[in-house]
């Protein structure tokens, strides 16, 4: 007699009670929770050939079985906002549930070299956007060795042959399958309308989301909203809680505002108080302005140090990271709360010197806010880490499509975690610590994180990237 298989969004199997047919995988007696449809339920799911082959009350046998038991079954959390991109940082979001990680706010030009730098096998999914930064970076001439400008990519407003150069690079960049578009106004403020808008209409006929680091204030932002609406531009705004700060009821307000009117337009928040860049950048230009209080807010990444204003001058002149604590948890929870924000970690990690975010923004949110706090409830926050996220890129990228949702079809990039211990440890001293309770992590199939132990050779991610070649429009 065959046992009716749930259908799931748009996913039907039938599955016989009977079967002898073994599935590569089975997870069996997990709690499924798939925000693109809406399940919450014990259930079974097999894989078979990397993708979930199938879900079932019961009855699915398998080559391997996983023992689901007490554990939320969940889409791998896709994370759009990461720039650790090499093993240690793949490893450390591997354990905190990702199993896709992107770097596009800053980004790169040169596409082809950036995959091709990976292609010897990384634990989880991985993928780039074209970086406007970049882009300036290689057109005016720049001191800084970093992938954040100091000097004229910075501050210098760009000739028309420079800015023919500097979209030219973009368009490249999309057409070589950069997954979306990188900006970052506040470490590029020589960078006029006519250039954002030459970019903004260059990422739209390529139908490349834009995900933009805005300067702090709502003033920054209507200017974007602006820019995105004059051109079709599809606009993402990243880490609002730090672009926002004390603004954010305004800002949010902005966002819903312009949501309401059609335009296309996502947001993220990643879960921490204090934020993480490079002290030489274009944002503390007007450093020496500052009240002497203020340098008190900020930390040396590499040793932990509190800055003075003596410190921080010898510091910028060196050059390196810096983590900027600036913000209430008050403002952190509302930001999380918002049912606009998406979760990103805006993480980076090398070595020992980084910010724990990289280690634990996905654990952080299901330990703290969910779990603790009562901010979120597990399926909205869930949604805010998989199908949100997913939705963002898919219209460009089509890989994107199968990722962060549960059916038939789609790619077993999943996370298996116990929701009552699940927490992140990582600290400000100790980054790199990597979180707890989560059980296992599958990436196309294969187990990344097994009994809640990193899988130390196992690499099945693959690149995600966009299809080569001509304009949306075309």
Known sequence: MPRLVLLLGLCLLATPAHTEALHDVVIRGGRVIDPASGTD?????????????ALAESGLSGARELDGSGLVVAPGFIDLH???QHRQAYRLSAQDGVTTSFEIEVGVTDIAPWYAARSDGQPINYGVGAGHIQARMDVLPDPSASNLPSGAAAFEQAGDDQRAAIVERVRAALAAGAVAVGMGPEYTPGADD??????LLTAAAFDASVHVHLPAGVAGLERMLRLARETGARLHVVHVNSAAGEALPAYLSALRAAREQGQAVTVEAYPYGASMTRIEAAKF?????????????????????????DSFAGYRKQGGIIIY?????ALTAAALADPMVMVASDGFIDGDVGHPRASGSFS??????????????????????TIEPARVLERRVPDMARKGRLCVGCDADLVLFDPGTVRDRATFD??????TGIAYVLVGGQPVVSGGALVPDSLPGRPVRAPAGGTADE
């Open 194 to 199: 006519a250039e954002l808008r030459a970019v």
């Open 82 to 84: 990461q720039h650790g």
């Open 364 to 385: 952080r949110v299901l330990g703290r806010y969910v779990r603790e706090d009562g901010v979120l409830d597990l399926m909205a926050a869930l949604r805010k880490m």
């Open 41 to 53: 339920r014990k259930l079974d799911l097999a894989i078979d050939d990397g993708v979930i082959s």
């Open 285 to 309: 230009a007007d450093w020496q302005l500052w009240p002497e209080e203020k340098f008190g807010r900020f930390q040396w990444a590499a040793t932990g140090e509190w800055l003075t204003r």
């Open 430 to 435: 100790a980054p790199g610590q990597p979180s």
């Open 325 to 329: 604590h600036a913000r209430s948890a």
